[in-house]
C-alpha cells in the first residue's frame, strides 16, 4: 500500500516562499513509470496541478505557475519537495502531493494515491 503524507508550515508570510515535503511509503519514486506532483486547492476554487517530478528525475511544471514553482526530491529518503516563491494571500490553499501512473512516453493515465492534504495559509 502506497502512502504519501505532506508536511510542513501552515502559515507563511506575503513574499516568503512555502516550502513542503512529502514523504512517500510504500513505493519508490524511482519506479518506471511514476510521476509524483503537486496539487493545490484554494477555498472556494477548484484543484490545480502546480507540477511534477518524474521516475527518472525530469520535473514539468504548469505554465501559469513556473516562474515561481520548484520541485525536487530526495531518493535516500524517498522524498520530493515543492517550493513555491514570492508567496501572497492567493496561494493559500490545501496542499497535495500526489502519484501519477503515466505510460513510457510520460502520457498521464491516473492519479492513483493522494496525501491528505496540508493547509497553508498565506498572511501576516
Known amino acids: 500500500q502506497v502512502q504519501l503524507q505532506e508536511s510542513g508550515p501552515g502559515l507563511v508570510k506575503p513574499s516568503q516562499t512555502l516550502s513542503l515535503s512529502c514523504t512517500v511509503s510504500?513505493?519508490?519514486?524511482?519506479?518506471?513509470?511514476?510521476?509524483f506532483s503537486w496539487m493545490r486547492q484554494a477555498p472556494g476554487k477548484g484543484l490545480e496541478w502546480m507540477g511534477a517530478?518524474?521516475?527518472?528525475?525530469?520535473?514539468s511544471y504548469s505554465p501559469s505557475l513556473k516562474s515561481r514553482t520548484s520541485i525536487s526530491r530526495d531518493t535516500s529518503k524517498n522524498q520530493f519537495t515543492l517550493q513555491l516563491t514570492s508567496v501572497t494571500p492567493e496561494d493559500t490553499a490545501v496542499y497535495y502531493c500526489?502519484?501519477?501512473?503515466?505510460?513510457?512516453?510520460?502520457?498521464?493515465?491516473?492519479?492513483?494515491?493522494w496525501g491528505k492534504g496540508t493547509l497553508v495559509t498565506v498572511s501576516s
Open positions: 500526489v502519484r501519477e501512473g503515466r505510460t513510457s512516453d510520460g502520457d498521464y493515465i491516473a492519479s492513483d494515491y
Open positions: 517530478i518524474g521516475y527518472s528525475g525530469t520535473t
Open positions: 510504500g513505493g519508490r519514486l524511482t519506479t518506471p513509470y511514476y510521476y
